[in-house]
């Protein structure tokens, strides 16, 4: 009986194949990463792209609500109102220059009962981005 009828185990299954197939296409993701394949993109994320006004500042109420429901000062300093910063183009360049808190005079989403508290956390409404 050297060579039997019954095969089991000869063939790959399914299972192996789709495993070989994901190992091939990640070795190529991480020899392409090695090798600077993925030197563009790289260089999309890194750029800072300021963020509309409308937009931050819908962000800035939603967030306004949430640490007013926050219980005691600690929390209400914590929250990501207070530790958020929005990117702004203020010399309209298309790059962000400045980061700006959600009560600064750029944004001027006031949060009474929390805004208070942030300033004092935080006396610097905005940052300039080198």
């Known amino acids: 009986m050297l060579f039997p009828k019954d095969k089991k185990g000869a063939e790959l299954s399914?299972?192996?194949i789709v495993i070989v197939i994901i190992l091939v296409i990640v070795l190529v993701v991480m020899v392409s990463f090695?090798?600077?394949?993925?030197g563009p993109l790289t260089d999309r994320i890194r750029q800072v792209g300021p963020d509309t006004k409308d937009v931050a500042v819908a962000d800035c109420k939603s967030k306004c609500q949430l640490a007013q429901g926050a219980?005691?000062?600690?929390?209400?300093?914590?929250?990501?109102?207070c530790r958020k910063l929005v990117n702004v183009d203020s010399d309209a360049d298309g790059t962000a220059d400045q980061k700006h808190?959600?009560?600064?005079n750029e944004i001027g989403e006031q949060c009474p009962g929390v805004t208070s508290i942030c300033e004092r956390k935080y006396p610097d409404a905005f940052d300039t981005i080198e």
């Open 101 to 104: 808190r959600c009560w600064s």
């Open 14 to 16: 399914m299972n192996v």
């Open 71 to 81: 219980e005691g000062d600690n929390a209400k300093e914590k929250s990501s109102y």
């Open 34 to 38: 090695f090798y600077g394949g993925f």
